[in-house]
Structures are given as C-alpha cells and as structure tokens.
C-alpha cells in the first residue's frame, strides 16, 4: 500500500494537542500487519523548533514543501492562528499546498487559516464554539456549522477544538482504512471510536450573560435556581410584574431568544449534568430537569446536542445504570 503522505503546519501559538492528537492517532495505526502507512510530516516557516500556545516546543522537521503531491494538508488551531492569518506568506502556502493535497483538514482555529486561503467559501465549516461567531464575522462566505464535532464536506475536513481533533483524525483513519482499524486505534489511546461528526460539542453549558434589566434578571435567575419549577411565561411575568408580551418581548430583546427557549436550553443542561454525575434512569433526570416526561427531554435533546439522553449517559456517565437493551438500535459508536 503506498505511503499516504500527512502534511501539519506548525506555527507561534498553535495549540499542542491539536498537533499531536492527529499524529499520534495516524502513527499508531501504522503497521506492516495491517498495510496502514502514513507519513506524518511537522513544516513550517523555518526547520526547528516552534513555540505553542502553553510554550511548550514541537521541532518542525521540514521548511514548507512546495513540490509533492500531499496525501492530507491538516491545519492545527490555537491562539496563534488567529494572528497567523495576518501572515500572507503562510496563507498563500496553504492555498498553494491545498491544491496539491488530495484532502485539506483543519482542528480548531485552524479553520481561520484556511478560510483566509479563500478555500472554505460556501462550505460548511466546525470549528470551536467559542469562536464560531468570530470566524463567521471574519469570513462571511463561510457556511460556519458552531455544534458539530467535525464536518466532512466533499475533500475538506474541519473539526471542532482540542480533542476534537483526534475524533477527525480518527474519521479520517476509518475513510481511509476501516472500522476495524480506527476501532484498533482508539481501544489503544483510550478514547471513543467515535463521536459522530454531527453530535454537538457537549462542552458549551449555558453561560448566558446577566440581564441588564433587573427584572429579566430577575427572571434569568429565577430560571437557573430551579429549572423543575412551573417556568411557563405567566408565572415568570407575574413573578417579575410586567405584562406577557412585554416581558416576552423584554426577554428576547436582552437575551436573544424567547423565555421558553432559554428555559429548555437551561434544562437541558441541568439534565446533562444530572446524566454525567449521577447514576440515574433518563425519566427520573427528565423530573428532576423540569421536563414533564422522558419524551419531553428526548427531542430537547435531540434539537439543542442532536442525540437522545441514552446515547449521552452512555457516552459522558462517570456512573450509568443499565437500562433495557431492546429498545435501543445498534449504535457503531463504542467506549474504548
């Protein structure tokens, strides 16, 4: 099997686990019983060592190549990407290496790099939550996607933050070679083969800012000091003295979205922890979550991470009861 060549630029301020999670679930799958052959290449500017974002040094071996065909050209993120944009000498590399590489990938950040090589124009592009805003004001063009863990569109992988980039280099390695292999791989690294590209990154809780008006606020806290309680738009108005539509009206103009919408995204959180941190059947979160039923909770669920609560306790649980089986359909996805 011939060589599938893996070209990472490296750059001051990248984020190390966005460089080193790929190579070491490439380089793992390596191996002459199973025909897997990657070549996993650190470049940049110059040779030698490039500073990271927590100053730790990762030795580039190579200046960036300009001949070659490139089998994967997979950018990392970090703060550092954000002002390497600002470099046009890198940014017309990657655009230049683009158009030798059979497929181009990004972790993170590093999708402002490639968006600002003008190659994800109209493409649907993950990149971390917390900067999906920026990079969507940055680069209009770009179809910015802020919850999936990462987004495969034709030949152009991007992926959502830090440990998201070892599930794409682990959908990466299932493309190129199979299950069995990145199964192999992630049994290994002890990590979940996989978490599907489109499940949301289960990492953004509600951190909404405090509401200007005090009696929004009022409301807001209302909310998150207990999402079981009867949170229907009467109750919240009367309880803050203000009209229906007007405190809906209030409400959706300093927070940006309407009461019910914020009263389900904060139970849904409140079940999410619920799920991680306690052993308990999905109906009785569901109850304690403010949802009138296990059903209820399921398409919240569904919409706000786009799985069920089955799925997520099976998956994030530090403890999970077991539940009947014959409900649920075989999932691929699997815990180390």
Same mark, same amino acid.
């Given at each position: 099997?011939?060589v599938?060549?893996?070209?990472?630029?490296?750059?001051?301020?990248?984020?190390?686990?966005?460089?080193?999670?790929?190579?070491?679930? @490439?380089?793992s /799958?390596?191996?002459a019983?199973?025909?897997?052959?990657?070549?996993?290449? !650190? &470049? =940049? $500017? *110059?040779?030698?060592?490039?500073?990271?974002?927590g100053?730790?040094?990762?030795?580039?071996?190579a200046?960036l190549?300009?001949?070659?065909?490139?089998?994967?050209?997979?950018?990392?993120?970090?703060?550092?990407?954000?002002?390497?944009?600002g470099?046009?000498?890198?940014?017309?590399?990657?655009g230049?290496a683009?158009?030798r590489?059979?497929?181009v990938?990004?972790?993170c950040?590093?999708?402002?790099?490639?968006?600002?090589?003008g190659?994800?124009d109209?493409?649907?592009?993950?990149?971390h939550?917390?900067w999906a805003?920026?990079?969507?004001?940055?680069?209009?063009?770009?179809?910015?996607?802020p919850?999936?863990i990462?987004?495969?569109?034709?030949?152009i992988?991007?992926?959502?933050?830090?440990t998201?980039?070892?599930? @794409?280099a682990? /959908?990466?390695?299932?493309?190129?070679?199979?299950?069995?292999?990145?199964? !192999? &791989? =992630? $049994? *290994?690294m002890?990590?979940?083969?996989?978490?599907a590209?489109g499940?949301?990154?289960f990492?953004?809780p509600v951190?909404?800012?405090?509401?200007?008006?005090?009696s929004v606020r009022?409301?807001?806290?209302?909310i998150?000091a207990?999402?079981?309680?009867?949170?229907r738009?009467?109750?919240?108005?009367a309880?803050?003295?203000?009209?229906?539509?007007?405190?809906?009206?209030?409400f959706?103009?300093?927070?940006g979205?309407?009461?019910?919408?914020?009263?389900?995204q904060v139970?849904?959180?409140t079940?999410?922890?619920l799920?991680?941190?306690?052993?308990?059947?999905v109906?009785?979160a569901a109850?304690?979550?403010?949802f009138g039923?296990a059903?209820t909770?399921?398409r919240a669920f569904?919409?706000?991470?786009?799985?069920?609560?089955d799925?997520?306790?099976r998956h994030?649980?530090?403890t999970?009861?077991r539940?009947?089986?014959?409900?649920?359909?075989?999932s691929r996805s699997s815990?180390?």
């Amino acid at each position: 099997m011939p060589v599938h060549r893996v070209v990472l630029p490296l750059f001051d301020g990248f984020q190390p686990l966005d460089v080193t999670g790929p190579h070491d679930v @490439l380089t793992s /799958a390596c191996g002459a019983e199973n025909g897997v052959r990657y070549e996993v290449t !650190l &470049v =940049a $500017r *110059e040779p030698g060592p490039v500073r990271s974002a927590g100053g730790l040094q990762i030795v580039a071996t190579a200046g960036l190549p300009e001949t070659g065909t490139i089998g994967t050209l997979l950018v990392p993120g970090g703060p550092g990407s954000r002002t390497a944009v600002g470099d046009p000498d890198l940014v017309a590399w990657l655009g230049r290496a683009a158009r030798r590489a059979q497929r181009v990938a990004s972790v993170c950040t590093g999708a402002f790099l490639l968006a600002a090589a003008g190659l994800l124009d109209g493409v649907p592009t993950a990149t971390h939550w917390r900067w999906a805003d920026a990079l969507q004001r940055r680069f209009p063009a770009v179809d910015v996607r802020p919850d999936p863990i990462h987004v495969r569109c034709g030949r152009i992988w991007t992926s959502a933050g830090v440990t998201a980039g070892i599930d @794409l280099a682990l /959908a990466l390695l299932e493309a190129d070679h199979g299950p069995e292999v990145a199964q !192999l &791989v =992630a $049994r *290994e690294m002890v990590v979940f083969l996989r978490r599907a590209g489109g499940q949301s990154q289960f990492a953004a809780p509600v951190w909404a800012d405090p509401a200007p008006r005090p009696s929004v606020r009022a409301a807001q806290d209302l909310i998150h000091a207990d999402p079981a309680a009867d949170l229907r738009i009467p109750v919240l108005a009367a309880h803050v003295g203000m009209s229906e539509r007007h405190f809906g009206r209030e409400f959706t103009r300093l927070l940006g979205c309407p009461p019910g919408d914020y009263v389900e995204q904060v139970r849904v959180d409140t079940a999410r922890r619920l799920l991680e941190s306690e052993p308990l059947l999905v109906g009785v979160a569901a109850a304690r979550a403010g949802f009138g039923s296990a059903e209820t909770m399921r398409r919240a669920f569904l919409r706000r991470l786009g799985v069920p609560p089955d799925h997520y306790r099976r998956h994030f649980a530090a403890t999970t009861t077991r539940e009947d089986d014959s409900c649920r359909s075989p999932s691929r996805s699997s815990r180390a």
